[in-house]
């Protein structure tokens, strides 16, 4: 159902941005959008982009995150600047259609200070 891509190492005040692929249609979708997983920590929400393209960020990335999305090709791209040590872990895109849950493979995302 999710295909990610992206990912990787930077350092502290890098970019890098993330795409995340819906291999269905967008029709019967409530969210889709970004969590993520420091280690030692427990998921967190990044950011989702909702039906009726509603954006809800995380504080920790308000203003150096930003989600969009690509109707003709499914998906979503989360787009990261500013990055800091602390937004290290494995991000993981999360679809919810008809109600029901989908977890993309995780992608591992590591900012050196």
């Known amino acids: 159902q999710l295909q990610a891509s992206g990912g990787g190492s930077v350092e502290t005040g890098g970019s890098l941005r993330l795409s995340c692929a819906h291999s269905g249609s967008f029709v019967g979708i409530n969210y889709m959008g970004w969590y993520r997983q420091a280690p030692g920590k427990q998921r967190e929400l990044v950011a989702l982009?909702?039906?009726?393209?509603?954006?809800n960020y995380s504080d920790s990335v308000k203003g150096r995150f930003t989600l969009s999305r690509d109707n003709a090709k499914n998906s979503v791209s989360l787009q990261m600047n500013s990055l800091k040590p602390e937004d290290t872990g494995v991000y993981y895109c999360?679809?919810?259609?008809?109600?029901?849950?989908?977890w993309g493979q995780g992608t591992l995302v590591t900012v050196s200070s």
């Open positions: 982009i909702k039906d009726g393209d509603t954006i």
């Open positions: 999360t679809l919810n259609k008809h109600s029901r849950e989908y």
